[in-house]
C-alpha cells in the first residue's frame, strides 16, 4: 500500500514538472520569434490598410505603399528605408525609431503622428499634412525642418507636444 502511494505522489511530481517545461518551453519560443515583425520589402502595396496593426519592427524598405492606410498603427522601429508612402494615411501612427530615411511622404496625412527619435533624412514630405505630429528628436534635413515648419500646427494628443516646438521652429 506504501508503495503504491509514493507511486501515485511521484507521478503527480513528474505530471507537475512536464508541465512546468512545456510551459517554459512556450514562453521562450514566443521571445526567440516575436510575430509582428514582418519583411515587406519591395512589395507592391498600393492602397493596403495597415490600420491599427501591431507592425513593430517590421521593414518596408523599397516598397510602394502609395495611398496606403497606416492610420493608428504601432509602426516603432519599422524601416521605410526609400519607400513610396505618397498620399499614404498615417495619422495617428506611432513611428517612434522609425527609419524613414530617402522616403517618399508626399501628400500623406501625419496627423497627430509620434515621430520621436525617427530617422528622415533625405525624406520627402512635399504637401504633407503635419497637424499635431511630434518630431521631437526626428534627425533631418535643415530644409526638410525649414519646409516643414511652414506647415506645422496643432498639438500631439499623446505627448502634449506643439509641432512647431518639435521641429524647432521660429516664432
Known sequence: MRTEIRIEKLAAQFQRL?????IVAIGLLCTLTPAWAEDYNKEFLVGRDFS??????????????RESNFSHA???????????LE???????DLRNATLD???ISEA?????????????NAKFESSK?????F????????????????????????????????????
Open 18 to 22: 512536464a508541465l512546468w517545461v512545456a
Open 74 to 84: 504601432n509602426l516603432q522601429g519599422v524601416s521605410f528605408f526609400a519607400a513610396n
Open 52 to 65: 491599427n496593426r501591431n507592425l513593430t519592427d517590421s521593414s518596408f524598405n523599397h516598397a510602394n505603399l
Open 87 to 93: 498620399a499614404s494615411n498615417l495619422v495617428g501612427a
Open 130 to 134: 503635419i497637424d499635431g505630429a511630434d
Open 136 to 171: 521631437t528628436d526626428t534627425q533631418m534635413r535643415e530644409d526638410t525642418r525649414l519646409l516643414l515648419c511652414k506647415l506645422a500646427t496643432g498639438r500631439n494628443s499623446v505627448t502634449g507636444r506643439e509641432t512647431r516646438e518639435t521641429l524647432y521652429c521660429d516664432e
Open 102 to 104: 530617402s522616403a517618399r
Open 109 to 121: 496625412d501625419l496627423s497627430d503622428a509620434n515621430l520621436e527619435g525617427a530617422f528622415a533624412f
